[in-house]
């Protein structure tokens, strides 16, 4: 967290050596744009559309958010078929519902934005209070 309270979640895993320095320093790394056909990203993070090489847009982003926060609330990555939050943790079970809107198969069906998904999360936590 932030002084100002701000959570800050960053993934270095996508950087790729381009080669090794002949002179043994540091390798040289490239953090330019993916070619074509391959597939990059952390595979439990992942959308299907990704993973299976099809187009990717924003929605890939939403998925991996889901498998987050998913994560955040019960300590645990989402794998096969898992149980909801609310099973695993205790959590809010409307929560359940984010979490799974955000990780559905189709990109359609995922929110279309990450200003949807956190609409839905102010909802909720304005009706906790």
């Known amino acids: 967290m932030t002084p100002g309270s701000s959570v800050k979640v960053a993934d270095f895993g996508l950087a790729k050596v381009v080669h090794e320095a002949e002179d043994g320093g540091a390798p040289t790394l490239a953090l330019g744009l993916t070619e074509a056909g391959f597939v990059l990203g952390t595979p439990s993070y992942s959308a299907p559309e990704q993973l299976?090489?099809?187009?990717?847009?924003?929605?890939?982003?939403?998925?991996?958010?889901?498998?987050?926060?998913?994560?955040?609330?019960?300590?645990?990555?989402?794998?096969?078929?898992?149980?909801?939050?609310?099973?695993?943790?205790?959590?809010?079970?409307?929560?359940?519902?984010?979490?799974?809107k955000s990780m559905q198969p189709d990109p359609a069906s995922r929110y279309q934005s990450a200003g949807e998904f956190r609409t839905e999360i102010d909802s909720i936590l304005a009706e906790a209070r």
């Open 52 to 100: 299976e090489g099809r187009a990717v847009d924003h929605r890939a982003d939403i998925y991996s958010l889901g498998v987050l926060f998913y994560e955040l609330l019960t300590g645990e990555l989402p794998r096969g078929a898992f149980a909801p939050p609310s099973e695993r943790s205790g959590t809010d079970k409307r929560l359940d519902h984010v979490v799974l």
